[in-house]
């Protein structure tokens, strides 16, 4: 089965700060990658499809990138609202996988 | 309004059985892929299972998923839980290709004696 790794599992970072978070195939699955964030408490909801398309009404600060087996979701600017767990998850093919998350909060 | 909303979640003994049920709304729920999406206390997404057509998924042979397209409702039949099942289940619609798109409130299912 491909594993999906995600680094760093956590961030802390100031506000305005440019933030990226990676994703790594343990093989080629082309752009079937997705971005989700999961505020406190909240439901995960999902940002970013095919590696890089951007669902609708998701802020335009947020984008993604990569393909094969290397990806990237960045936060061009950080803002308050956007402490949250970040997950990324392929969906080539069964099994269906998520990374480990990773946490951002504010410095 | 599009929307999931998952039932039957609760306590349950180790070894025992839940049907979870998830009532779709708001859009073609016939046409779609489904599944579910868990998360244990405190830990990360899990994937769970996909029915798309005819065809399911799974990560565990314990569970089976089911669909009832007449009354727009998601099964899903877990049996021998352990204790490493006890987390919220998610009712998840999914996209054109294997993404989750749409995402219920979630039911919350503890195995414990």
């Known amino acids: 089965d491909i594993q999906v790794t995600q680094s760093p599992s956590s961030l802390s970072a100031s506000v305005g700060d440019r933030v990226t978070i990676t994703c790594r195939a343990s093989r080629d699955i082309r752009t079937y990658l997705a971005w989700y964030q999961q505020k406190p408490g909240k439901v995960p909801k999902l940002l970013i499809c095919a590696a890089s398309t951007l669902q609708s009404g998701v802020p335009s600060r947020f984008s993604g990138s990569g393909s094969g087996t290397d990806f990237a979701l960045t936060i061009s600017s950080l803002q308050p609202e956007d402490v949250a767990t970040y997950y990324c998850?392929?969906?080539?093919?069964?099994?269906?996988?998520f990374g480990g998350g990773t946490k951002v909060e504010i410095k | 309004e599009v929307q999931l909303l998952e039932s039957g979640g609760g306590l349950v003994q180790p070894g025992g059985s839940l049907r979870l049920s998830c009532a779709a709304s708001g859009f073609t729920f016939s046409t779609n892929a489904m599944g579910w999406v868990r998360q244990a206390p405190g830990k990360g997404l899990e994937w769970v299972s996909t029915i798309n057509g005819d065809r399911t998924y799974y990560t565990d042979s314990r569970f089976t998923i089911s669909r009832d397209n007449s009354k727009n409702t998601l099964f899903l039949q877990m049996n021998g839980l352990r204790a490493e099942d006890t987390a919220i289940y998610y009712c998840v619609k999914e996209g054109d290709l294997g993404y989750f798109d749409l995402w219920g409130r979630g039911t919350l299912v503890t195995v414990s004696s």
């Open positions: 998850q392929k969906y080539d093919d069964a099994p269906l996988a």
